[in-house]
């Protein structure tokens, strides 16, 4: 078995074109992104000894796969490596058969508990977990089990209460990042909203507007979570998040969370999964029956995952169309709460994101310097990614001052407060970018690359 391992993986990275240095660097970024910190000092000499056919230890299979997953453009799984990875209980939430309510109570329960939160701790995002249910899953689920009859009775006021907890959490998180508040707002999702769901209805229309509640509540734990870095517990809040919302029959909200997790596997260059994600989030009436502003979300996302494939003139067409939808949007017309943040700001900087990715660089820096020009101050979190975005596409077509100052935005930003991890990797990735300027002694790029250094050392 050993022997077969060995010859296995000793091909899969003849075929991705690396050396070990360079598998190593690529499973340490995983590692990495995942908060999996342990695994984040992998060296050469590992890769090495597992080709010679020691056996990864933990998490290290799976982070090993994935890296492979990545550079190769197809799921490698570490099965197929020849690791066997025991079941463990938190993979549960990430079974489409399992019922919402079970899901939502043993992963919240998981999540809050110092004790059991360990259980999630060698935990990385799943690839296999991106694949959607078939319709029947669909149909199956939108019909609700009967409640206990000693059931609490749940009416408009609670739903309203859920309503009003997200609004107040969705707006934290987008002022000071996914790392404040997320816990706070998981155990009010394992508790209190766990019970309304378990509860009696005075109407379908109220049980449906409950469970749409907590779906949001759920997709916004997960944002919050993939905001922060924590990849693999987002996702399982994501796919609880589809549940509760098919068994809402809510096909916007359905479309709404499924372009997220389209958005965290294009950042995890899982490009064809994420398009997956993102056309499933467009059929039907998941954008039919949404609204203008919902629509332009979907749609851009879409965009995106068009060019993170390399099919430039559809990502073409798709921002065309986002940029209608959002144009649509009026005073009179009710959004949902949830499409708050998307304007103007937000359309800039997906579509700088989809320019970058075709290759237009120069288009790319004026639509971010659109978003960074119109962003208001409750956006700061996704400010400072715009700017770390900004800073990185300015330094590849050789803007180096340019750089400079939109990186150094980006700090004074973040040292007034932003917990995010996605900003942090901002940063990084800012640091990866200078490194070859640094022996050049240029002022600007050793006093921002010192801010950058001060800075992860006091957050990590």
């Given at each position: 078995?050993?022997?077969?391992?060995?010859?296995?993986?000793?091909a899969?990275?003849?075929?991705?074109?690396?050396?070990?240095a360079?598998?190593?660097?690529?499973?340490s970024?995983?590692?990495?992104?995942?908060?999996?910190?342990e695994?984040?000092?992998?060296?050469r000499?590992?890769?090495?000894?597992?080709?010679?056919?020691?056996?990864?230890?933990?998490?290290?299979?799976?982070?090993?796969?994935?890296?492979?997953?990545?550079?190769?453009?197809?799921?490698?799984?570490?099965?197929?490596?020849?690791?066997t990875?025991?079941?463990?209980?938190?993979?549960?939430?990430?079974?489409w058969?399992t019922?919402?309510?079970?899901?939502l109570?043993?992963?919240?329960?998981?999540d809050?508990?110092?004790?059991?939160?360990?259980?999630?701790?060698?935990?990385?995002?799943?690839v296999?977990a991106?694949?959607?249910?078939?319709?029947?899953?669909?149909?199956?689920?939108?019909?609700?089990?009967?409640?206990?009859?000693?059931?609490q009775?749940v009416?408009?006021?609670?739903?309203?209460?859920?309503q009003?907890l997200?609004?107040?959490?969705?707006r934290i998180?987008?002022?000071r990042?996914?790392?404040?508040?997320?816990?706070?707002?998981?155990?009010?999702?394992?508790?209190?909203?766990?019970a309304?769901?378990?509860?009696?209805?005075?109407?379908?229309?109220v049980?449906?507007?409950?469970?749409?509640?907590?779906?949001?509540?759920?997709?916004?734990?997960?944002?919050m979570?993939?905001?922060n870095?924590?990849?693999?517990?987002a996702?399982?809040?994501f796919?609880l998040?589809?549940?509760?919302?098919?068994?809402?029959g809510?096909?916007?909200?359905?479309g709404?969370?499924?372009?997220?997790?389209a958005?965290?596997?294009?950042?995890?260059g899982?490009?064809?999964?994420?398009l997956?994600?993102?056309t499933a989030s467009?059929?039907g009436?998941?954008?039919?029956?949404?609204?203008?502003?919902?629509?332009?979300?979907?749609?851009?996302?879409?965009?995106?995952?068009?060019?993170?494939?390399?099919?430039?003139?559809?990502?073409a067409?798709a921002?065309?169309t986002?940029?209608?939808?959002l144009s649509?949007?009026?005073?009179?017309?009710?959004?949902p709460q949830?499409?708050?943040?998307?304007?103007?700001?937000?359309?800039?900087?997906?579509?700088a994101?989809?320019?970058?990715?075709c290759?237009?660089?120069?288009?790319?820096?004026r639509?971010?310097r659109?978003?960074?020009?119109?962003?208001?101050?409750?956006?700061r979190?996704?400010?400072?990614?715009?700017?770390?975005?900004?800073?990185?596409t300015?330094?590849?077509?050789?803007?180096?001052?340019e750089?400079?100052?939109?990186?150094?935005?980006?700090?004074?930003?973040?040292?007034?407060?932003?917990?995010?991890?996605?900003?942090?990797?901002?940063?990084?990735?800012?640091?990866?970018?200078?490194s070859?300027?640094?022996?050049?002694?240029?002022?600007?790029v050793?006093?921002?690359?010192?801010?950058?250094?001060a800075?992860?050392?006091?957050?990590?």
């Amino acid at each position: 078995m050993a022997r077969e391992r060995n010859e296995r993986l000793a091909a899969l990275l003849q075929e991705a074109g690396w050396s070990r240095a360079q598998a190593a660097s690529a499973f340490s970024r995983i590692a990495q992104e995942n908060n999996l910190l342990e695994y984040a000092h992998i060296g050469r000499s590992h890769v090495s000894m597992w080709v010679a056919g020691a056996k990864p230890s933990g998490a290290a299979p799976v982070i090993l796969s994935q890296a492979l997953s990545r550079r190769l453009k197809r799921i490698i799984t570490p099965e197929e490596l020849g690791f066997t990875v025991p079941h463990a209980p938190e993979q549960e939430a990430l079974d489409w058969h399992t019922d919402p309510t079970t899901t939502l109570t043993d992963l919240g329960r998981t999540d809050v508990d110092a004790d059991r939160r360990s259980l999630l701790s060698g935990a990385v995002y799943s690839v296999a977990a991106l694949t959607l249910p078939d319709q029947g899953w669909w149909e199956t689920m939108a019909r609700q089990p009967p409640a206990p009859a000693d059931s609490q009775r749940v009416g408009r006021g609670d739903v309203a209460a859920v309503q009003e907890l997200t609004a107040a959490f969705s707006r934290i998180d987008q002022r000071r990042g996914g790392g404040h508040g997320r816990k706070a707002l998981a155990r009010y999702l394992q508790s209190d909203v766990a019970a309304f769901l378990q509860g009696t209805f005075p109407s379908e229309q109220v049980r449906r507007d409950m469970f749409s509640a907590a779906a949001e509540l759920a997709y916004l734990s997960g944002w919050m979570g993939f905001d922060n870095g924590e990849h693999a517990l987002a996702q399982r809040y994501f796919v609880l998040a589809v549940k509760l919302a098919a068994r809402a029959g809510n096909p916007p909200l359905t479309g709404h969370i499924l372009r997220a997790m389209a958005h965290q596997a294009i950042d995890l260059g899982f490009f064809a999964q994420g398009l997956e994600l993102a056309t499933a989030s467009m059929q039907g009436q998941r954008y039919a029956s949404a609204t203008p502003r919902e629509r332009a979300l979907l749609g851009v996302v879409h965009a995106r995952a068009l060019a993170a494939n390399g099919d430039k003139q559809a990502a073409a067409k798709a921002l065309l169309t986002a940029e209608d939808d959002l144009s649509s949007a009026g005073e009179g017309i009710e959004e949902p709460q949830r499409t708050f943040f998307f304007g103007e700001a937000s359309l800039a900087h997906e579509t700088a994101c989809t320019l970058r990715d075709c290759g237009d660089h120069q288009g790319a820096i004026r639509q971010f310097r659109r978003s960074v020009r119109t962003r208001g101050d409750a956006f700061r979190r996704t400010h400072v990614v715009t700017l770390g975005y900004q800073g990185s596409t300015q330094i590849a077509s050789g803007g180096l001052e340019e750089a400079c100052a939109s990186w150094s935005t980006a700090l004074d930003v973040l040292e007034e407060g932003i917990s995010s991890g996605r900003a942090r990797q901002a940063v990084l990735d800012m640091r990866t970018r200078l490194s070859p300027y640094r022996r050049r002694r240029i002022p600007a790029v050793t006093q921002l690359d010192a801010r950058a250094a001060a800075y992860l050392a006091r957050v990590h």
